[in-house]
DNA sequence: TAATAAGTTGACACTTTGGTCAGGTTTTGA
DNA sequence: TCAAAACCTGACCAAAGTGTCAACTTATTA
């Protein structure tokens, strides 16, 4: 089985000619997010990740041992991109910037993501069975490291006592619902398609909200 | 085709001898509503459902003409629940009571249909290809009807100026996501399977979050 | 440039699965 | 009591879908 990259090492600095391995695994991997992503594992079929990657079935078949391999070659995919928001919420920073950023950031990413964000949310509603123990241990890493900017913050006076991690609950399932429950989203704002502005008031609202709720009397700006 | 029900009347109050077509298309909803959200559509056997159901296959289909007319049978019976919980959204309370009684309810009532929850959550993701133009319609007028009190709500000076529509939505994803998202919930708190006490941290941390975000200054209880 | 590795592909094998059907049994109602 | 309606079901089918394979072409490299 052939089917380990070749050894020799690159000739040009820039990729202008991509190797074929390389460009087939990416389109395939492509087409598989928007598929997977709007039929699911089992509704997703072969043919039509093989037609939307322009390659034959049996094509895809070189390059991955079946359906399964793909989906989990997306699924880590995914995660690489998942704490991007998070990066935000730093020590360093004033509670009030850091959470406004984060929430703006994540529904942003949301809005600019919308297939890959559907396809976690459907993955983890199915149990996170294709989740692997290093990319949960990774998230769990992640959120801890972000709990602990939190608890400093309350500990030393800048917002009023709440659980971290519900806290987060909150952010994230707050910004995640409108790329991931859009039909409701839209039902709920008598719109049929979130638009700019939708997305605007919605950080403005999630965050007024939530540091309204959080920051001391009298520090709240703007 | 003999599918319609009989005519015959009711010969006890009490439904002790059950019709054998209610019962048996109750048992088929019910294993279908345990498949469908464990499984998806896609994902969901007839076979699983018909054994699940102690019926042989067959006779699901003597009942139902395909696996389409028994999804939408389980969607229909799912939005039956919907608006309990904003029952408490009523205009005759304080919005302290009412916002926290809402909360509250609409997670207890996930926590104890989780498998409800997740299909609902599944069939919006998917694009909501399945609801009714009935059924949406009704959630959009409830919708409305509750937007409505809060709006009055604010207007009376006794919560501070919000979009409605926005705040219905951080209550609603909020509320889903123990459930719908249990894996990721689980990670973030550190425990491997919710319990009674996750469930009131988290009607705690909504609650103060947003009240103390959404009352007048000195308006807050407890 | 020749030999080997990598990539390509149509055709096919095999399984699963939604759905059908003919002929059976049970229930109902007059 | 008996005919009609309702219900039941094993056996079957056609379609769809995953995965395989042998023969072929293209790329690489010594």
Known sequence: MPKQPSTKALKNAGEIDEKIRARNIREILKAATEIFSRKGFDGARIAEIAEASGLPKANVY???ASKEEIYRAVIEHLI????DAFAHISADREPQDAIRSYIAAKLSYTRRNVIESRLFANEIIRGA????????QHMRTVTDEKVKVIEDWIAAGKLLPVDPRHLFIMLWSATQFYA???PLACDALHTTKLKSLDYSVAAETISETVLRGLLPVGQMGG
Chains 1, 2 share one sequence.
């Open 62 to 64: 070189y390059y991955f």
């Open 180 to 182: 991931d429950f859009e």
């Open 80 to 83: 690489e991109g998942w704490d």
């Open 129 to 136: 069975q294709f989740l692997s123990r290093k990319d949960r």
